[in-house]
């Protein structure tokens, strides 16, 4: 909550939030805290944007995003605020493994974003060749690699280690975050406390046990990694949209934002669905194009900066199977699939075993889901639902011998789903916000752009966002309607 704004004991204006994805929804509940009025406009029939709560054969599933990190406060923080609290439920398994040369592996302990730290396990784990883990060892007596102002993780990484590290460990759990490539995407962004370690230690080995000693001297608290919500995560935009309207938040559904413009009075005009909306702030909470598009004429900076970010497109194959088709049904929590291993599947998370609501609900349904295409790799993506329906079962057939028929199958496709961090998007993001903060009436941005993809990132960048409207507007006189 604004400081500034609650010493003053007074509402602090009009604020229009544009996109009722969460990062939108979670700006709109910090402003209402702030005691801003808040009018939240949404282009689609329904909020949430990737996270997408549905149905298969009966049983809820999440079609979109299924699980948030909870070592970071703002996403659990935010569920218990809207009163899901006693939902929140964490993975019922976290053992995940890699299909990768010819077999399902166990995923090594013992890494950070698959750089290990501990080369037994990974030697173990037999998920690197034996000339693979040589080359590993040369990290003890190579010169130092000069990460400079940012690099590329997977650059950085095959200097140090080697390209198999890369392409069959940092490449598939980058991919299961960012759907993106390790040669392009930044380490300063995506992986800091890497880039932290390649700047202060020669060999990345110990730096990455460095990293791993600083997590364990800071004690953090026990408890699950990540957490779902009985239900889906789909149900936490709903519960905040709730949230939002109780506390006398207005959300507009269908209703488009065409264009922002300024006012002589330092406050905004928006049109949008055929209207025009008077605010003293704007919050963008939409995706890089349409934000662009929105910001071109008031903060041409922000909007050529925002024209650079490439995204990257998936399709998830949500499938249900009889207990009884299946024979041996597959355990752990599903598994990655290194791009350079040829498959065309990229991942499969065993739903079913992941998440308890979802076993409870019908513990005869077996539920799991594919997903296909990464950043620079769409060519199956054209391909209709029947198609990577059947890729997806010939891969599962593969690597864990699953025979049967589903019952049930939803394919949901998220064309340019995932903006891609590539090297320099730390200055990137400072560029943007600096312009948008340098526009006269009060505007800022937020969103899975910013400061990490990930649910609680966004959160997190959505209140960011709606503590610096809240302290401008506290700061100066409201000029809106
Ligand atoms: C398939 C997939 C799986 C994922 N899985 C996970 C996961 O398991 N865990 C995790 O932490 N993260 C996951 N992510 C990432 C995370 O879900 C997203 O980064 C996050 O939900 C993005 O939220 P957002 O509000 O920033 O953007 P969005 O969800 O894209 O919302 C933006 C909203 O703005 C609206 N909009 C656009 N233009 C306009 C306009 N002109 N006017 C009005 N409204 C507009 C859109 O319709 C949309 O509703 C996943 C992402 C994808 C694609």
Excluded: N
């Amino acid at each position: 909550m604004s400081a500034a704004h609650t010493s003053r004991g007074r509402a602090p204006g009009h604020v229009v939030v544009i996109g009722g994805g969460i990062s939108g929804l979670a700006a709109a509940h910090r402003l209402l805290e702030g005691g801003a009025r808040v009018t939240l406009l949404e282009a689609s029939g329904r909020l949430g944007g990737k996270l997408l709560a549905g149905e298969i054969a009966g049983v809820p599933v999440d079609l979109g995003a299924e699980s948030m990190l909870a070592r970071r406060p703002e996403a659990v923080d935010l569920a218990r605020a809207v009163g899901l609290g006693e939902r929140l439920q964490p993975p019922g398994t976290a053992t995940a493994s890699l299909w990768t040369r010819g077999a399902l592996r166990p995923m090594p302990k013992g890494h950070v974003m698959g750089v290990p730290g501990d080369l037994a396990p990974l030697a173990a784990s037999g998920v690197i060749s034996p000339e693979g883990m040589a080359r590993i060892a040369e990290d003890e007596t190579l010169p130092r690699t000069e990460a400079g102002a940012d690099v590329a993780v997977g650059e950085y990484v095959a200097a140090r280690l080697g390209r198999e590290v890369v392409d069959r460990l940092v490449e598939p759990l980058l991919g299961g975050v960012y759907a993106g490539d390790a040669y392009r995407i930044s380490m300063r962004a995506a992986v800091p406390q890497l880039f932290e370690a390649a700047r202060t230690e020669r060999s990345l080995i110990e730096g990455v046990r460095a990293v791993q000693a600083r997590a364990a001297a800071q004690a953090l608290p026990g408890g699950p990694v990540f957490m779902g919500i009985d239900g889906g995560i789909g149900t936490l935009p709903g519960a905040v949209a709730d949230a939002v309207r109780r506390a006398g938040g207005e959300i507009l559904l269908r209703t488009e934002v065409r264009e922002l413009r300024r006012t002589a009075a330092d406050g905004w005009q928006i049109a949008a669905g055929g209207r025009l909306i008077a605010a003293d702030a704007v919050i963008v909470a939409a995706p890089a194009g349409a934000a662009a598009r929105l910001l071109r004429d008031g903060c041409p900076a922000a909007a050529d900066e925002l024209d650079t970010v490439d995204h990257a497109s998936m399709a998830l194959v949500t499938m249900a199977f009889r207990r009884s088709d299946l024979g041996t049904v597959p355990s752990g929590s599903g598994f990655l699939v290194p791009p350079v291993d040829g498959h065309r599947i990229k991942a499969s998370t065993f739903a079913s075993h992941k998440w308890d609501w979802i076993a409870r609900a019908d513990p005869d349904l077996f539920v799991l889901r594919t997903s296909l295409g990464r950043y620079g790799d769409d060519a199956d993506l054209k391909r209709d639902d029947a198609e990577l329906v059947e890729l997806s079962l010939a891969d599962l057939g593969a690597a864990v011998g699953l025979a049967a028929r589903p019952v049930a199958t939803t394919v949901t496709r998220w064309d340019g789903g995932l903006p891609q961090y590539a090297v320099g998007h730390v200055g990137r993001v400072d560029r943007i916000r600096a312009a948008v903060a340098g526009v006269s009436g009060p505007l800022r941005v937020c969103g899975a752009l910013y400061d990490g993809v990930g649910i609680p990132a966004c959160i997190g960048s959505g209140q960011r966002a709606a503590d610096e409207i809240l302290g401008t507007l506290a700061a100066g006189p409201a000029t809106g309607e």
